[in-house]
């Protein structure tokens, strides 16, 4: 187990309260257990995984402790099949007896369930068979007392940063460490430890009678590489006192450029529309489009599952089927559709690992950062936040509340709210017109503000 061994380097190095890999082995001879015991009872395959998370939350007040949160918990999941038939069960109980309850429960499920043809483990010849170091896993002994100062700090600095800001909707400080394992019938057994710490920060503004909210955070492997309490303490000032003086605009169509942040959930429903489930239930405006010109050709999707550190990567998806490097979007033409062992055998297309999410997207860029988007979009709306679901996955019909800055000229004049964007996905892919080279890196989709031709603007 290269993940065991791994985790153990690490921990001589750094004792942790919240280490968690010393269970690697005994949660490896659980799954191996249910495996085992799934064989003999006749079944055609089944696959077992489980997880284990524990961790540490504090969270703040105006300065004061409002929330301490310890957890442990976890649980196992087992999947049998018999005959194109399907059963599944759990159990956080990892006792002898309790494995094989939770298994025989399964496979008395999978005989009263009706035959699906594609139901089944994925392929023997996709399983992985190497796993890199990811450096995922990084433990740190820490206190609620740290985590309480790292959230007080965050504090403090957003409310001496503007006198406008007076009030804070609190401040959270987490560290958390977890270990999975998942194995199947087809000799497929392998874990990995991981480690997350994340801090955020709430500000509340207000000015004539109006008020406003902003936040900011920072998310990371390591707890020695996330943004120091007191920068994200003053963004989330800074951002709130920003949108303080909301005025609406008339209603009209505008260049749109959106912020790193919103950009990132443009593209998520570009996850959506290509996702399998989506295809095989012919609920997406992107159907068939495999090689069609769905993005300008100067634009790219590269995914990464390998990456060292990232937020998102993994040498597997939750199928024990290899992941890889691949292009999802080439010159502006989709490439690929992202399919499970399922949805691929319901398409008749080759299962490309992506049971469980997508690993670490990152777009190509104009060269530009986001100020130089801002200038070069003269005239326009600076979208810094969406609101509501008015998103069709099967038309592409987009319509969402927003809020954000007015800029005219290149210049930023005042801020924007109770307006609406609306569009279509499909013209609003097309119409992209630049992607900033300044990335948010805290989610699987890195990438920076997208600058979009003419939106229609609901306003006065």
């Known amino acids: ?15 942790s309260s919240h280490s968690i890999d010393i269970e690697l082995d005994s949660l490896t001879d659980a799954v191996s257990m249910a495996l085992e015991y799934a064989k003999t009872l006749g079944t055609s395959g089944a696959e077992v995984a489980i997880s284990k998370q524990q961790g540490l939350s504090v969270s703040t007040r105006m300065k004061e402790v409002e929330t301490v949160e310890f957890n442990k918990d976890g649980a196992l999941g087992i999947t049998v099949f018999r005959d194109g038939c399907k059963g599944s069960s759990s159990t956080s109980d990892l006792s002898p007896a309790a494995i094989q309850q939770a298994v025989k429960a399964a496979n008395d499920i999978a005989r ?19 796993f890199p170091e990811l450096d995922l896993y990084h433990p740190q002994e820490i206190s609620p007392e740290e985590l309480t100062h790292l959230a007080v700090l965050a ?18 400080a987490n560290a958390h460490s977890s270990v999975k394992v998942y194995g199947n019938s087809h000799g497929f057994l392998n874990g990995f430890c991981s480690s997350r710490y994340s801090l955020s920060c709430v500000a509340i503004g207000e000015h004539e009678g109006g008020m406003q909210r902003d936040y900011d955070y920072t998310i990371s492997r390591k707890f020695s590489e996330m943004v120091a309490p007191e920068i994200i303490g003053k963004k989330a000032a800074e951002k709130t006192a920003g949108r303080l003086g909301g005025r609406k605009i008339a209603t009209t ?18 996850v959506g529309a290509i996702s399998g489930g989506s295809l095989y239930r012919k609920s997406s405006f992107l159907l068939d489009a495999i090689d069609t010109q769905v993005f300008p050709d100067w634009f790219s999707i590269h995914e ?8 998102a990567s993994s040498a597997y998806d939750s199928e024990g089927v290899a992941t890889q490097a691949r292009d999802i979007i080439d010159n502006g033409r989709l490439a690929t559709y992202l399919l499970t062992s399922y949805s691929a055998r319901k398409l008749g297309l080759t299962n490309t690992g992506h049971a469980g999410g997508i690993y670490n997207w990152t777009l190509s860029t104009t060269g530009q950062t986001f100020d130089q988007l801002v200038k070069e979009m003269g005239t326009g709306l600076i979208v810094t936040e969406v609101m509501g679901q008015g998103v069709n996955t099967v038309t592409g019909d987009y319509s969402r509340g927003a809020a954000g800055f007015y800029v005219e000229n290149g210049v930023i004049l005042y801020p924007v709210e109770e307006i609406t964007i609306a569009g279509n996905l499909k013209d609003m892919f097309q119409n992209i017109l630049g992607v900033a080279k300044d990335r948010d890196l805290r989610s699987s989709i890195r990438t ?8 229609k603007i609901a306003g006065n």
């Open 1 to 15: 187990m290269l993940c065991y061994r791994y985790c153990r380097q690490i921990k001589s190095r750094s004792v």
């Open 253 to 270: 169509q505008l260049p749109v450029l959106f912020s790193p942040e919103i950009a990132t959930g443009l593209i998520g429903h570009l």
């Open 448 to 455: 920076g503000g997208i600058l979009m031709d003419k939106m």
């Open 155 to 172: 504090e403090e600095a957003a409310l001496d940063t503007d006198p406008r800001v007076k009030t804070s909707d609190g401040a959270s």
């Open 304 to 311: 990464d599952p390998l990456l060292v550190g990232a937020l």
């Open 112 to 130: 009263f369930t009706s035959a699906d043809p594609y139901n089944g483990l994925a392929d023997k010849s996709l399983m992985a068979t190497e």
